[in-house]
């Protein structure tokens, strides 16, 4: 039988990184960060340092210490011999970062297989993000030296190309199997709150193996979970690995029940403009509001970033970036709102690839939020709230649209959110639907699927599992179970 090893997922919501190894193949089942782990030992200006490579990783548990899987930059830095690669592949069930943040800290060439989806939201966390462990598509080598044209010795850096390397991705198409080793496997499409959601069945000669990634049955696309578990159930697996993130809550949501509580919202409680905060690359709860906003006559401005999202993922958005208007935001010296000002010194406010959306047809300005504020739904969170005091806003509302915060950095981010609001007379308002199945469905998939075994992640409730269902292994870190 194939044995599994949890290295993270384990009484905690994410961070899985679940080692199969089957006969001469080991693949590794998501590969993320745990942010549970993350905030017990650090905080905001409390980072693991760069200059230890992985030392700081490995002390606290943040990535075990296995031979042959992390790059060879950081090991050498290390002071560690060179390792040879000691795992087939990893396979991403989709691109938040409790999934695949960490693929920053592996090899460059063990292939990772993902979704098409997946993969292009991995190339914009790495273009326009400010994290600093975002090597996902590419990796630069770090703790280099090149020589200079002068003969001294330079630092490396993104710019001296001869230096980065591409990551081996495997996009993954819907209903084909791919042969890894001993194993084959079979990429299934999920619905979840990221576009590019995918679970995996994994074909062994001792049996079948299930991982839902996370799941959930109330969004835009929850047919996709439907036909999951049903591919699931044929294959009569003997190990279900399933997320338990909501296993505790009776709760019932519904993607359909946001759309008529934002459009609600707007219709009665907006004077003036409404700001909405959401989870930034949940694009189909961005639809949702592009369709309440749409439904009273106004139409929805996005930030740079989502902007870039949508126009990147193309087809497999489910609107286009003509559909709504881009906040060209004040940046730097904050020259987009003034008057007659050169367009290339306006640029110089702007990363690169921000530059692509400040002029097109479709951009608008601080001025524009002003000048009809009652024509507008606005995309808005904590990062970018400092614009407040350029719109002025009058008699705007604030519909908080994302989860409950569940950590203290969280609580904290949420006071300073408020008091922002109220300085500026917002009142705030909630439509939410989680990205993750209830109890009540999770028990039902459960049983439908049938398992031989079922091993709970992703969860701090894993016990419950044993209220419905008659196999299930509670599982600690790092154990090997055969
Ligand atoms: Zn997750
Ligand atoms: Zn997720």
């Known amino acids: 039988m194939p044995s599994l090893t949890f290295y993270g997922g384990v009484n905690e919501i994410g961070g899985n990184k679940i080692l199969l190894e089957a006969e001469d193949t080991k693949l590794f089942l998501d590969f993320g960060m745990s942010f549970k782990i993350a905030n017990t030992y650090f905080a905001e200006f409390l980072q693991p340092r ?105 630092r490396v850096t993104r710019r001296n190309t001869e230096f980065v390397h591409e990551r081996t991705f495997h996009v993954l198409e819907p209903g084909e199997k791919v042969t890894i080793g001993s194993l084959e496997l079979e990429m299934v499409p999920v619905d979840h709150s990221l576009p590019g959601a995918c679970g995996y069945i994994i074909y062994s000669d001792e049996g079948n193996l299930v991982y839902t990634g996370d799941i959930r049955f109330h969004g835009s696309n929850q047919a996709l979970s439907k036909n999951f578990v049903e591919k699931a159930k044929a294959a009569e697996p003997k190990w279900l690995l399933s997320e338990g993130t909501r296993i505790d809550s009776t709760q019932q949501d519904s993607e359909a029940g946001v759309k008529s509580e934002l459009t609600q919202l707007i219709a009665d409680r907006a004077k003036g403009l409404v700001f909405v905060e959401h989870p930034i690359r949940d694009l189909d709860r961005v639809n949702t509001i592009v369709e309440a906003a749409r439904a009273n006559n106004r139409e929805f401005a996005v930030t740079l970033k989502l902007a870039h999202l949508i126009e990147t993922l193309g087809a497999l958005s489910p609107f286009s970036l003509s559909e709504v208007k881009i906040l060209v935001p004040k ?53 970018e709230i400092n614009q407040l005091t350029d719109i002025q806003p009058e008699s705007a509302i604030w519909i908080k649209s994302s989860c409950e915060p569940f950590s203290e950095e969280m609580e904290l981010d949420e006071e300073r959110k408020r008091n922002w609001l109220e300085h500026f007379g917002i009142k705030e ?10 109890g009540a469905e999770l028990k039902a998939i459960i049983k439908e699927i049938n398992p031989d075994c079922v091993y709970p992640v992703h969860t701090e409730h894993a016990e419950m599992f044993k209220d419905f269902f008659k196999n299930v292994v509670i599982v600690n870190a790092g154990k090997k179970y055969t």
């Open 331 to 383: 940046k730097s010296w904050g020259l987009i709102s003034k008057e007659g000002i050169d367009s290339k010194l306006v640029e110089r406010d702007y990363a690169t690839w921000e530059r692509e959306y400040i002029n097109r047809a479709n951009s608008i300005t601080c001025n524009a939020l002003q000048k009809n504020p009652e024509h507008y739904v606005v995309s808005m969170n904590l990062w």
């Open 429 to 438: 308002y909630f439509a939410h639907a989680s990205g993750h199945a209830s």
């Open 50 to 154: 760069k200059c230890t490579a992985l030392a700081d990783f490995f002390e606290l548990g943040l990535l075990p210490d296995i031979e042959g899987i992390y790059r060879e930059d950081y090991l050498k830095h290390m002071g560690r011999p060179e390792e040879a690669r000691s795992v087939d592949a990893v396979l991403l069930t989709h691109a938040h970062a409790d999934h695949a943040q960490y693929i920053h800290f592996l090899r460059t060439d063990i292939p990772i297989y993902c979704t098409e989806a997946t993969k292009i939201i991995l190339q914009a966390v790495e273009e326009t993000g400010s994290n600093p462990l975002s090597d996902l598509i590419t990796a630069c080598d770090a703790f280099t030296f090149y020589e200079t044209k002068k003969g001294t010795l330079g």
